[in-house]
């Protein structure tokens, strides 16, 4: 059971009533696919806490044999994998099961490719971390509508701050290499990475 704690540090709140127009479907699968295992766990036991039936993965291959098994109706799949790009899962889905719903989750700097999920089938994508209410909205979303925009977005300091990060990571953490495409001065990029992330 996800307690109250635990969901306030995976940064899920209490599940909300589900709006009838915006109701989970007759059938309630919904594969997980993320590599990072706190996450996925959390997820998984705050999507089943709204009435999902839960299949969670961590690579590209289980991804694969878990369609294979079942093609579920929902998904939440993260393009960034230890043996691969999530894009895959989402085409393997989509061939096995056209009216799947797909959110495709990405972090900051990635944007590029959670367009290019859009376009090849899934229905959105949200930028990491998100939260299982956001998660939900993006699922059940109907498809003339947008789902509403998120009650605790990043703020601008923290999506700069991940984007920042996210190049420096690229860059295997060479702060020159980073400054430059950054087009930043080197010691205040190191005055940055020095500093915790904003909230």
Known sequence: MLEHSDMSAAGFTRPEPVPQS???GPDPSLL???DDEAFRRRLARAMEKRGFEVTAVDSVA???AAT???AAAYAVVDLRL???NGLEVVRYLRARRPDARIVVLTGYGAIASAVA???IGATDYLAKPADANDVLGALLASDTGRPAPPENPMSPDRVRWEHIQRIYELCDHNVS???RRLNMHRRTLQRILSK???R
């Open 22 to 24: 915006a109701a989970i």
């Open 32 to 34: 997980i696919l993320d």
């Open 117 to 119: 999920a859009v376009k």
């Open 177 to 179: 290499e980073t400054a």
């Open 68 to 70: 294979e098994r079942r």
């Open 82 to 84: 230890e043996d691969g």
């Open 62 to 64: 289980a991804g694969k």
């Open 196 to 198: 915790r992330s904003p």
